[in-house]
């Protein structure tokens, strides 16, 4: 199994990959590829938590590539029953061409990939979300060009979209800086990854300090899918909440990501999410685009 090109995280890719994932996908978005190179090839997609934009965008992307797709609900697969992933892996193997799982322990996605003999995509764990991060970068670049050195400030919960952030701005060179209350930071072995790296990785607690001069501010939701029990200490991300005076700090033409769902008058602001300078719709059609490239570099 040791050939099949998995894509469960950006910190287990090389950059080379990353950027002619990247670049197949662009080459989508701008008409230099076309086709249907993914003609006769099926994917399955397990979804243990819900979604809009993930779900839509490898139904369509796969579709639009020629392929064919099947989705299982958590509900209504013996998986919601207990069936082992492990299992699961082996008999999808024999069916379909790759695998896409939105869970919520990571272990179940990389058991799910060892196990597998078809390429296995993170479609969201509680880890990560490399998928999305996939669609962000291709944003900023398209909406501020080369990558290397780009100032982004991630303000909010350090979540599983977060790490993927810190994965990214490694392996594409940005100065990432982290904005979080004082309960949350990174970890011993994710700090020693970022510095065996090169990475410019910082965490803060000051939000308008992180935004000082940045090319983009990022958020996230501050109640993550499962973590639902959290909800009742919100109060330590007001103090990080995107809204117009936070990105007053940042460049004049700075941008604001978001990768949705958003919560108006939680993480961020109206009139930042929907003002001038948030990108978060070209954001949302960039997962067509990214997933078309993941798609094809694990499958053609
Ligand atoms: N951003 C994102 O992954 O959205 P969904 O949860 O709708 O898939
Ligand atoms: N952090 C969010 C991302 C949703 C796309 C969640 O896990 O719910």
């Keep these: 199994m040791g050939d099949v090109r998995h894509f469960l995280d950006l910190d287990r890719l090389e950059a080379d990959t990353l950027r002619d994932i990247l670049e197949i996908g662009a080459s989508y978005k701008a008409g230099r590829l076309n086709g249907r190179p993914l003609e006769g090839k099926t994917l399955a997609m397990i979804f243990e938590k819900p979604s809009t934009r993930t779900r839509v965008s ?40 790759a695998i896409l799982l939105r869970t919520d322990m990571h272990e179940k996605l990389t058991e799910l990939a060892s196990l597998s003999g078809v390429p296995v995509i993170n479609g969201l764990t509680d880890r990560s979300h490399p998928c999305q991060l996939m669609a962000d970068v291709m944003t900023l670049e398209e909406q501020r060009g080369s990558l290397d050195g780009q100032a982004v400030a991630w303000c909010g919960d350090l979540s599983n979209v977060a790490m993927s952030w810190v ?44 935004a000082e001069g940045a090319d983009c501010i990022v958020t996230d939701t501050w109640v993550s899918m499962g973590h639902e029990a959290e909800a009742a200490r919100l109060d330590r991300f007001t103090p990080f909440r995107v809204d117009e005076a936070l990105m007053a700090r940042a460049k004049p033409d700075a941008i604001f990501m978001h990768c949705l769902p958003a919560h108006r008058g939680q993480e961020v602001t109206a009139g930042v999410i929907d003002g001038p300078r948030s990108v978060v719709w070209d954001e949302a059609e960039n997962r067509l685009h990214a997933q078309k490239g993941i798609l094809t570099w694990c499958l053609a």
């Design 58 to 97: 490898f139904e369509v992307g796969m579709r639009q590539l020629g392929g064919e797709i099947v989705v299982l609900e958590h509900h209504d697969t013996q998986l919601g029953r207990g069936e082992t992933i492990g299992d699961t892996a082996r008999v999808l193997s024999r069916y379909v061409d």
């Design 167 to 210: 994965h990214a701005a490694v392996r594409f060179g940005l100065d990432l800086r982290l904005a979080c209350p004082p309960d949350q930071s990174l970890s011993n072995a994710e700090t020693a990854w970022i510095d065996e790296n090169g990475g410019r990785v910082r965490v803060t607690h000051d939000a308008a300090e992180a």
